[in-house]
């Protein structure tokens, strides 16, 4: 199969990666901080060691403050949910995820506020409109990096320096981005960091984490059992056992750490270049097909390796199943989780196919799938 689905998760995964889980399962895989015999500290120390790796990736100086999530929307619902408060106001965009757009609209009969702040038909937003959105409550804002719908990339930088000047947090989706665009917390402000260990970071899937800043304090999701003060009913408040309740995923989190280490050494930078290659030869030849109609920035400098697109006259769905069945691609159709995203593009009623690159795929893989839509849409 021509895997190009790496928007829901990566494919395939490195084989050390594959290893590690294996050996963890295998050889000693105790329970971390619950136990003192040598299987227990040895599975805590490999997990010391994963929030150590994904500490340097996203140049955070104290790894502790790394909270290990099951997936990015456990993450999401932690930042939001422990952040905000009755009478606070928050700002979002209309390009969200719903693991932004639902949590937020549960919180509405708590008395919480959100403003959705418009974008253009690519997906970009004006910083102005942001600006314009700030109230004398407005405590939070939760920005995506980079859009799962059309890639689009945010001025993440400089919405962080907005939020700093008016002394609010920010709070940054980076499950497109992690491990695809470079992300440094401090150098852009970023309070609250949620993301996967499943998709550019090419770990398992079940992993994710919430980066919390020093300054920021935030109520735990869930309470039990943390390995530390048992005696006491009340939960913990020490990072980062108070909002890891329970056992954590330690084989997934072990091969998470080893895969942010894996992509570390071929460097953010170098994957970059490459997808945002693969990307412009993609995007450019489908702009360049009478009955195809290609959604987001023209400029693949402008968004992560997403493609999407829909053909005249076949459902979104019909062509992800023509492209499974007839050329063995994979792809996704309908509306990605992210139905205000679509509507802002102006697909609300029919959806979309979206092609994603990793740094896997091939060039081969992308003139193929050229081919492939080149001769479904001449039908």
């Not at 059309?150 to 000047?165: N, S």
């Not at 693969?278 to 030849?285: M, V």
Request: aromatic content about 6%; hydrophobic content about 35%.
């Amino acid at each position: 199969m021509i895997y190009l689905d790496n928007g829901a998760t990566s494919f395939p995964k490195p084989a050390g990666m594959l290893r590690v889980i294996e050996e963890c399962m295998r050889d000693y895989c105790g329970n971390p901080g619950r136990s003192g015999h040598s299987m227990s500290m040895r599975t805590g120390e490999e997990i010391y060691k994963a929030r150590k790796e994904l500490g340097k990736l996203f140049h955070i100086k104290d790894c502790s403050r790394i909270v290990f999530t099951s997936n990015t929307t456990e993450a999401l619902n932690l930042g939001i949910k422990g952040v905000l408060e009755s009478g606070d106001h928050v700002i979002t965009t209309a390009m969200e995820h719903n693991s932004v757009i639902r949590p937020l609209t549960a919180l509405e009969g708590a008395g919480v506020e959100t403003t959705i702040v418009r974008c253009a038909d690519d997906g970009t937003l004006n910083l102005e409109r942001l600006k314009e959105a700030i109230r004398e409550n407005t405590k939070l804002i939760v920005c995506t990096h980079s859009s799962n719908v059309t890639g689009t990339i945010m001025p993440v930088k400089e919405i962080g320096t907005l939020a700093k000047q008016r002394n609010l947090l920010l709070l940054v989706d980076a499950a497109q981005s992690a491990g695809i665009l470079p992300i440094d917390v401090n150098e852009m402000n970023i309070d609250l960091l949620a993301l996967p260990g499943h998709k550019g970071l090419l770990g398992p899937m079940g992993t994710g984490m919430l980066y919390i800043s020093e300054d920021v304090k935030v109520k735990p999701l869930k309470e039990g059992g943390t390995g530390t003060n048992s005696k006491e009913l009340v939960q913990p408040s020490e990072f980062p056992e108070s909002y890891e309740a329970g056992t954590v995923n330690a084989p997934g989190i072990i091969g998470l750490g080893y895969s942010s280490n894996y992509v570390s050494r071929l460097g953010v930078e170098n994957i970059r270049a490459y997808e945002e290659e693969l990307t412009t030869i993609l995007d450019e030849a489908l702009r360049n097909m009478r009955a195809v109609t290609v959604y987001g920035p023209w400029d693949s400098r402008k968004k992560t390796g997403i493609v999407t697109f829909n053909l005249k006259n076949f459902g979104c769905e019909e062509v992800c199943d023509r492209l499974n069945t007839e050329y063995g691609i994979a792809s996704r159709g309908g509306y990605h989780c992210a139905a205000l995203a679509h509507k802002t593009i102006g697909t609300y009623d029919t959806g979309a196919v979206r092609l994603s690159v990793g740094p896997f795929n091939t060039r081969r893989d992308i003139k193929l799938a050229i081919e492939a839509i080149y001769h479904t849409q001449k039908v």
